[in-house]
């Protein structure tokens, strides 16, 4: 699907409040209500737009210690792994990437004990899983970006 500058603007704009109503929302990137609405159905319908969720601060909901940890895999162990890593609730993002390491993985712990439980008691003990590597987050931004 082909995007306009209309369509990325409304993205924009969801990006920074998914809660805007449409009559806003078109008003900011203006086009009628009615084009707004058909967009947004149309970046819904089509997959742009997957969802809208909340974003939360991490620290102020108990998270206080994050990490980037990454993972090197046994050839062939992705897709069981995939969904072992998905069931872990402390486990924020997923991404399989190219490199010297085959999954970063965004970790969020109650504390720095918490994340060593994760890393050490989850992560390693998992089958396929060859070697982690962590690093701390001292401070983190959402830029929201595209």
């Known amino acids: 699907m082909e995007l306009d500058e209309t369509d990325r603007a409304i993205i924009a704009e969801l990006r920074r409040d998914a809660r805007l109503p449409v009559a806003t929302l ?3 990137v203006h086009v009628s209500r009615a084009n707004c609405y058909t967009r947004l159905n149309r970046l819904t319908t089509d997959g742009v737009i997957s969802g809208f969720t909340a974003v939360v601060d991490p620290v102020k909901l108990g998270l206080s210690a ?4 990454t993972l ?14 998905e069931a872990v609730e402390e486990i924020a993002h997923i991404a399989l990437v190219g490199g010297s390491f085959d999954v970063i993985l965004l970790v969020r712990a109650r504390d720095n004990a918490d994340l060593r439980r994760v890393v050490f008691d989850q992560l390693q003990t998992m089958p396929g899983v060859l070697d982690t590597q962590t690093f701390l987050i001292f401070e983190d931004t959402d830029t929201r970006a595209v």
């Open 26 to 28: 078109a008003a900011r």
């Open 66 to 69: 994050s990490a980037y940890v």
């Open 72 to 85: 090197r895999l046994r050839q062939h162990s992705w897709r069981e792994l995939r969904a072992r890593l």
